[in-house]
DNA sequence: GCCAACGTTGGC
DNA sequence: GCCAACGTTGGC
């Protein structure tokens, strides 16, 4: 075991701003990541993350999509409560408490840009971002994806000033 | 609002 | 296990 700890992770997860927006997190400072249906996307939450890894705040299906600020992971993964309500359009009839389907970590704001890193901006970059960078791959929806330490370097620095 | 791409479901 | 039908995502 290191005596520096283990490297941090990095990911960018995507939100549609009308339903949680970089702003809503900063309002509430943490949130559970709620409503990710995607066995993939769960993956990465329930088997890769870690508290303080760091996350690009991603706005989809808006005007202008792209990387809005700067969270991190601030719970381990845990079952997502919407699945067992009923009421919740997250409900899934199949999950159940002693074998729960969906996992979901708390996401805590960190900052926001003073403007977005654009997706039109990102796809400029595409070459150096390389072919893993799930963001920009050719039919790629995950809504949590990983980022490398190379990527997110590239990413930040992008951030117009 | 359109629609391409993808994931899931369920009949067979 | 195949695959058609359906639902969802998300850019435009």
Redo the contacts with the bound molecule.
């Keep these: 075991m290191s005596t520096t700890g283990m490297r941090r992770r990095y990911w960018l997860m995507?939100s549609?701003p009308e339903d949680f927006s970089i702003d809503d997190l900063e309002r509430v400072g943490t949130e559970p990541w709620t409503?990710v249906?995607?066995?993939?996307a769960r993956n990465f939450m329930r088997d890769g993350m870690r508290r303080g890894d760091g996350v690009l705040f991603?706005?989809?299906?808006?005007a202008v999509?792209g990387i809005y600020g700067i969270a991190e992971v601030a719970s381990s993964a845990y079952p997502d409560p919407t699945q067992f309500d009923r009421t919740s359009k997250y409900f899934d009839p199949?999950a159940t408490r002693e074998e729960p389907r969906w996992m979901l970590v708390d996401v805590g704001f960190v900052r926001s840009f003073a403007a977005p890193v654009t997706?039109?901006a990102i796809?400029g970059r595409a070459e150096a971002l390389g072919e893993d960078f799930a963001?920009i791959?050719?039919?790629?929806?995950?809504?949590v994806l990983p980022v490398n330490a190379a990527q997110w370097k590239i990413l930040l620095a992008m951030e117009p000033k």
């Design positions: 995507k549609e409503g249906r995607n066995y993939q991603y706005h989809s299906n808006c999509p199949k997706l039109e796809r963001l791959r050719k039919g790629s929806r995950l809504s």
